[in-house]
């Protein structure tokens, strides 16, 4: 008993010591009963991040010292799952206790301060496509992607995003670009700020966009501009830049003027449905006279065609169950096209999420759809299974896959399309198998 006292007393000795080498610094000085940071944590304990006292319970009608709120920050530090608005309110907190917070092993400098504004996330996978065209080239592809999505939170409403892409030829160990033949090199191909202020959604910059009504059946690419969103029930999506192709699928790149209205209804929890306009322009005319995609090679000729082209397109998507879902979209263009080429359609059902299934080990999703995609109503398709190396633009056919995921953060897809590249004259078979296996962080 007596050892106890003796080292409870040198315990003390010691304590009040060292209280009073740093009064200036002392972390268990008491936090004013006025002081903001006792709203701060009120909200934060209401949101569910700040843990208290550890107990679960959170006492706001009591005065604590700088010491128990820095114990309280340094919980809500640890935290991942929190709002952006929580964690802006978290790091100002972690600024205010910084002494405190030091004192308990927590540091936070000034740059480290910032490193959970910064998210990263991506994936590394390998792919590989094997694709036949009727009487012309077999091809074969195998290539390893790595794609790195960083987030950057820039306050409560703003985020700065980007992608960064690099390839690598799985064939010959050789790197490549973002599209083949290009010379090796790791690309930013995505770069944009979003802004969120309640139902509205802001972006500006090099955009990555899908269009809703088809799933990527009109535009899966990027845009060069602004997007504007906003709504909740009924919601419009509003957006205007530049709009760049692919060398690989559309003979020549160059660039359109595009701008956009996009119109979606959310009825109620299994049934959505909307309409959408495209417009664009281009120097080189969308079709000539002998049925060509361009006016001629280099725009020296304005004899045929229009500059501008018109896509009018309406959708739903009809969910029959959590597991089963359809959508319904149709596309046209305007113009002189031939029918097959003015027009676009998918017919599509989709169980448990078709090639996006949740990230839980052992879940499986599949899918069948048919598609036709004429090269007068589509911008630049997501399915890479059906437009990769169609070099006329024009296809139909049907269209299954399946992913599964495998562990945790592994998934792998396998993509099958079979049907027609339809050419100005006479049509041919075509047929394409693409799977990928992605490791996600």
Known sequence: MKKFLTAAAAAAAIMIANAVSYAAANPFEDVPADHWAYDAVAQLAADGVIEGYGDGTYRGDQEITRYEMA????????????????????DRLAAEFADELNSLGVRVAALE?????????????????????????????????????????????????????????ANTASNIGANAGDDSKFEMDRIWAEGKYGTTKIQLGKISYETRLDRGLVLGNRLAGGILTFGNQLQATIGAGRQARDPNRNRANTVDNMQFLELTYHANDKFDLGAAYYHLKNKRAYKDGAGRFWKSWDNSSDAFGSETRNIWEVGMTYTFSPKW?????????????????????????????????????????????????????????????????????????????????????????????????????????????????????
């Open 325 to 441: 879902l359809m959508n319904l979209a149709y596309a046209r263009s305007n113009g002189d096209w031939a029918s097959k080429y003015k027009q676009a359609y998918n017919i599509e059902f989709d169980y448990n999420g078709g090639r996006y299934p949740d990230m839980k080990p052992g879940n499986f999703g599949a899918f069948i759809a048919y598609r036709h995609m004429g090269r007068g109503a589509v911008i630049f398709p997501t399915y890479d299974e059906t437009y990769t190396f169609t070099n006329n633009g024009t296809v139909r056919g049907f269209n299954v896959g399946a992913a599964y995921v495998f562990d945790k953060n592994i998934m792998g897809t396998v993509l099958y399309f079979r049907g027609k590249e339809l050419g100005d004259s006479s049509d041919r078979d075509t047929s394409t198998l693409y799977t990928t296996l992605q490791f996600f962080f």
């Open 113 to 169: 301060k910032k490193v959970d504004n910064v998210k990263w996330k991506g994936w590394i996978g390998y792919e590989y496509w094997n694709d036949r065209h009727e009487g012309t080239t077999h091809y074969n592809l195998q290539r390893f992607q790595f794609q790195l999505n960083p987030i950057v939170q820039i306050n409560e409403h703003w985020q700065g995003r980007a992608r960064l892409k690099y390839l690598s030829d």
């Open 71 to 90: 114990q309280m920050v340094a919980r809500a530090m640890a935290r991942t799952n929190v709002s952006s608005a929580d964690r802006a309110m978290i």
